[in-house]
């Protein structure tokens, strides 16, 4: 027996047997010094059976491992899946397969019921066996430890945003935050931003860079050459420049100047300084403070434009439309082709063509329909011309051309401290001194 000696190591999950040299010894020998050593479970027969053998000579020595036990399975840590990285992408893959740089999603819009990520569960983890048959300890999974701000929930096990806006994670705390501040220009280090809530630009939206927000938007720099564009309103403190430079707005739209831009906002479009060579669309266009002056492109209101100044002195070419619906003039486009489209069908009937007794009905239904469209856009644009002005608190130079609905007025010598307005009963623009 003292040739064989048992040892158990790593834990109770090895059990080695050390032989030296010695009288011979048999198998019955070795499994008296393996029951001693309480070693019972993975045993390894065939090691065993090799070992023994070797007993029989007197001069073998070695080291043999005879048993394995089990180890035990810790258990995974709770987790949550689905959340996007939070570095932003090198690009996104455009439907043609080519990258589009510019999209780096940084943000990520969320609205109000979605699933923000899942939530997987620790586990207890499975305990291990010892080579003696004892129990090797495991180690369970550790709980969940991020938390949740006030724009998540959790829901069994999912996490679901509470409100619309932008995902936020740092690592342990999921939030949908309604208003997002990004405090640098939205450039290529950002890509563009895209957000369901409300967005704060400290910084510009340079060149072919856009940001966008279901809600309100403020840019404390300058729009350079980017787009922007809200459900809500706009605030651009500083300029908005360029000729593929675009604020859209669903509501009020704010910027101190614009220079050669698009601007379109769904209630008023307010132009703290000036802006030039722009195009305009609004239901009221305000510039009446700073310099106040709009000279150059167009603009396209529904009811009002008051400006300080309109045109320039050298004649710079100013169109100024009130009673514009332009909104709804694609119904009359449609109206057009189809009374094309029943003219031909009715032309084809007459030479007697198959099917176009159904096809002529459904020609003349659409026909109808598209009738509607162009009654609905007059009597619109009459609504629209009832209440219309143009306001000018200084001076209308030359050069500036006033469109009320479909008629228009030329300003061919200054004027000063005008209105005008539609008159219903000669279908004309009057001119009034400003009260």
């Known amino acids: 027996m003292a040739r064989i000696r048992i040892q158990v190591t790593a834990g109770g999950l090895v059990a080695t047997a050390e032989v030296g040299k010695g009288p011979a010894a048999t198998a019955a020998e070795l499994q008296q010094a393996l029951a001693t050593a309480q070693v019972r479970e993975g045993l390894d027969a065939a090691a065993v059976d090799r070992l023994a053998a070797s007993l029989a000579d007197p001069e ?14 810790p258990g995974s840590d709770c987790h949550v899946d689905g959340l996007p990285s939070r570095e932003p992408l090198v690009g996104t893959t455009r439907p043609d397969g080519s990258i589009d740089w510019r ?20 586990t207890a983890g499975e305990p291990g066996r010892a080579v003696t048959g004892a129990a090797v300890p495991v180690r369970a999974g550790k709980s969940c430890s991020f938390r949740l701000g006030a724009g998540a929930a959790r829901d069994g096990e999912r996490v679901v945003a509470v409100r619309d806006g932008a995902l936020s994670y740092d690592g342990r705390t999921i939030d949908v935050l309604p208003l997002f501040v990004h405090g640098a220009d939205v450039d290529v280090a950002s890509g563009n931003l895209h957000t369901k809530g409300s967005l704060v630009v400290r910084g510009d939206v340079t060149q072919d860079h856009a940001a966008s927000a279901d809600g309100d938007l403020h840019v404390t720099g ?5 787009r922007v564009h809200a459900g809500g309103s706009v605030r651009i403190d500083q300029g908005v ?36 060579h722009c195009r305009m669309q609004t239901s009221t266009l305000l510039a009446r403070t700073g310099r106040g002056a709009v000279f150059g492109g167009e603009v396209h209101a529904k009811s009002t434009i008051a400006v300080r100044i309109a045109g320039t002195a050298n004649g710079a070419a100013t ?28 032309t084809r009937r007459s030479e007697g063509s ?42 209308v130079h030359p050069g500036v051309v006033l469109v009320f609905g479909e008629t228009r007025l030329a300003i061919t010598e200054p004027r000063r ?19």
């Open 222 to 226: 300058a729009v350079l050459d980017g």
């Open 354 to 395: 198959a099917r176009d007794g159904k096809i002529l009905r459904q020609g003349l239904r659409a026909a109808d329909q598209a009738l509607a469209e162009r009654l609905a856009l007059q009597h619109a644009r009459r609504e629209l011309l009832a209440g219309a002005t143009i306001e000018i608190d200084e001076t």
């Open 241 to 276: 420049m360029g000729e593929h430079a675009s604020v859209v707005a669903g509501h009020d739209v704010v910027v101190r100047h614009a220079t050669s831009a698009r601007l379109q906002a769904g209630a008023t479009l307010t132009i703290a300084d000036q802006a030039t």
């Open 60 to 73: 073998y020595s070695g080291r043999v491992v005879v048993a394995n036990g089990t180890p035990s399975r």
């Open 417 to 435: 401290h005008v209105r005008f307005r539609w008159c219903q009963d000669t279908a004309t623009i009057l001119e009034e001194p400003k009260p």
């Open 103 to 122: 999209e780096r999603e940084f943000l990520h819009p969320v609205a109000a019921g979605q699933v923000l990520a899942q939530v997987v569960e620790a």
């Open 319 to 346: 169109r100024l439309c009130v009673a514009d619906v332009s909104d709804l003039a694609a119904a009359s486009v449609r109206a057009t082709n189809v009374d094309q489209r029943t003219a031909a069908l009715a």
